[in-house]
């Protein structure tokens, strides 16, 4: 179960909305009871403690891959430290085909 939120034009919220309803038609009666008490249960301060704790835990994971990146990988590739989200983008100096060597060498080396 994954809930979340977004902000934005409303036209584009629009939109969402509508993809979502076109793809989410009859979610889960249980997982939407269980999100409300959850909700309620909490109120607002439980609710901003959670994020702030689930924010902490993503930002130590970040933090643990761009050290990680900063020794394995300087000089050899190029990322941007994210600003929001929890990916790192990384384009490898040199290489134009990354699903070449994917093919050639990751799937030979068993790389999963």
Do not use: N
């Not at 969402?16 to 109120?43: C, D, E, K, N, R």
């Amino acid at each position: 179960m994954r809930i979340g939120f977004i902000t934005g034009p409303k036209p584009l919220i629009e939109r969402i909305v509508l993809h979502i309803q076109v793809s989410t038609m009859h979610p889960s009666t249980f997982a939407q009871l269980l999100v409300s008490q959850l909700l309620y249960q909490w109120g607002e301060e439980g609710f901003l403690a959670h994020v702030d704790r689930v924010i902490d835990f993503y930002r130590k994971q970040r933090d643990a891959l761009l050290a990680a990146a900063d020794k394995w990988l300087s000089g050899l590739a190029e990322w941007y430290v994210p600003t929001a989200g929890m990916f790192l983008w990384v384009k490898i100096k040199g290489l134009h085909d990354v699903r070449k060597l994917i093919e050639e060498k990751a799937f030979k080396k068993e790389v999963k």
